[in-house]
């Protein structure tokens, strides 16, 4: 089990604010929450910095007994993690705690020990924002396959029992960043799982981390009067007689907390009401009157080597292929894409070309035609391109060959609903369809929905959807092309994503009727 349960130094939720890393202005230069290669940069550096702390463990003797168990306790975690260190980060439970623990708990000991601690590895720390990025993951999970704090702490997920488990601190501190969101229902759930895995016999390693139990009882009592639950907050506060004495004060906060949402909105959020529900793990889809095909057309290829074909929908057109990629060509997309992916971004279509960080899309992606591919791996990804040419019937060249994507999509990774439209002035040569190959099999999680067709589809290694985002006839922009991809909740997707351009099929699909409605600028919740 995950033993980093008392690593955590939690500031008053007054005081949180100043809970940063020195110089965290800026946004990290890595990604601990989206990269495998940073996570194990940042499990080494747990391990240097475990060596500092023995350091001075040994110059001061008088806590050299409380410092000594402490130690014990986080070796215990890095002992589980040596000689598999993947396996041990793909545990998303454990992804968590180590990001959370390694972006605060070390500056608490460094007061506690009041000398540098890793200073010359302390820029390369979690970041605030690394902790609100995992938090927001673990919160859109729980959100959207609707777990109890109390089953994820043990490390239940949806029914898999993990090899893990949240400590308190991780728990305390789950509550206090939800109820700096305005989050009090679910922050009031993390901090009574907190309150009832309170241990006495640890407290004074607690006290060292500057929390208590009168500190997770007096933010619970906040979170459930902020949430209106005053009777359950009263009945709390009599509990603790040091906490009752100072009644007044916690029911003074009430307004001020409900008109409140705090300063971190830009990483906690909900998923759309159709978005979570199709997600989610009771959605039971309508039936649907498939058809399964050999597509043997239009390419003479075909004619010797038809796709196994699946029409999910006639109108629009939505369809998933499998067994037409290679695993060989699998593994090369992957060992092309990885060196290079980094966090993606979204278009800002107000701005026209502008791209920006959004809590819309958590994951990380690599543009695989950069310049720099051997001819070798140029002449794989043209023959994949030449497949998806037979597959859609549509020319994969100028923008469609170029806009190719890997991504990778771990632990709480998403997209909300969009479009793959742009709709916008500035770029009138827009994207007439998509194609996105699956590239492994993921544990949980990770669908691809369309809500306006109560459709799910699950990420198959090796099965391919392709979908229209415009009107065959008219090239009028369909709504009903809305889509997202579900959070991760149990291993990681990869996937290849092929977006094919309108302008590029004017020899292949020529638009010959005039568009109908194609306007500008409309909300995706029309």
């Known amino acids: 089990m995950l033993q980093l349960t008392i690593l955590r130094s939690v500031l008053n939720i007054l005081g949180f604010a100043a809970v940063v890393v020195q110089g965290e202005t800026s946004e990290s230069a890595r990604s601990y929450v989206t990269c495998m290669t940073d996570k194990l940069h940042l499990l080494a550096m747990e391990r240097q910095l475990m060596v500092n702390l023995h350091e001075y463990i040994d110059k001061l003797q008088e806590k050299v007994h409380t410092l000594r168990r402490l130690a014990e306790v986080l070796e215990s975690s890095l002992q589980a993690a040596e000689g598999r260190e993947q396996e041990f980060l793909s545990n998303p439970l454990h992804t968590y705690t180590l990001i959370r623990h390694m972006h605060a708990d070390w500056i608490q000991l460094e007061r506690s020990m009041q000398q540098p601690v890793g200073q010359e590895m302390q820029p390369e720390l979690p970041l605030h924002s690394d902790l609100m990025e995992v938090t927001a993951a673990m919160h859109r999970v729980q959100q959207t396959y609707e777990m ?120 906690i959020g909900r998923l759309e009401e159709p978005f979570a529900k199709l997600c989610g793990s009771s959605h039971n889809p309508k039936p649907t009157q498939l058809t399964c095909y050999y597509k043997t057309n239009p390419s003479e290829f075909l004619r010797l080597a038809p796709f196994k074909m699946e029409l999910l929908s006639k109108d629009p057109y939505v369809v998933v292929f499998h067994d037409v990629i290679y695993d060989s060509e699998i593994a090369g997309l992957i060992r092309v894409g990885e060196p290079t992916l980094k966090r993606t971004a979204v278009q800002n279509i107000t701005q026209n070309v502008d791209t920006y960080i959004s809590k819309d899309r958590t994951a990380t992606g690599s543009w695989l035609l950069n310049g720099n591919l051997t001819k070798l791996e140029r002449n794989m990804i043209w023959r994949i391109q030449k497949r998806i040419e037979d597959m859609t019937g549509l020319l994969i060249t100028g923008f469609s060959e170029q806009d190719l994507q890997l991504l990778n999509y771990v632990f709480g990774g998403h997209y909300q609903l ?45 099965k391919v959807l392709h979908w229209y985002n415009m009107l065959p006839a008219t090239f009028d922009y369909d709504r009903r092309s809305l889509h997202g991809g579900c959070p991760v909740l149990i291993g990681e997707k990869l996937a290849l994503t092929n977006w094919i351009y309108e302008w590029d099929q004017i020899f292949r699909k020529p638009c010959l009727q005039p568009p109908v409605n194609r306007t500008y600028y409309f909300d995706v919740t029309d």
């Open 418 to 462: 969009h479009y793959d439209f742009f709709n916008c002035p500035a770029f009138p040569h827009d994207r007439i369809a998509t194609t996105l190959i699956y590239l492994n099999d993921v544990a949980k999680g990770g669908a691809t929905v369309f809500p306006r067709l109560d459709l799910v589809v699950q990420p198959e290694r090796g």
């Open 148 to 267: 109890e704090p109390a089953d994820m702490s043990k490390g239940l997920l949806d029914g898999v029992q993990l090899n893990a488990s949240l400590s308190i601190l991780d728990c305390y501190e789950m509550g206090a960043l939800l109820f700096r969101a305005a989050e009090f229902e679910d922050a009031s759930k993390w901090l009574r799982t907190a309150r009832q895995l309170w241990n006495q016999s640890q407290s004074d390693l607690y006290v060292l981390l500057n929390v208590s139990r009168s500190d997770i009882s007096s933010l619970l009592a906040r979170s459930l009067i902020a949430n209106g639950n005053f009777v359950h907050a009263r009945d709390l506060l009599i509990e603790e007689p040091e906490l009752w004495a100072r009644k007044e004060e916690f029911f003074a906060e009430y307004w001020n907390h409900r008109k409140s949402a705090g300063d971190i909105d830009r990483y």
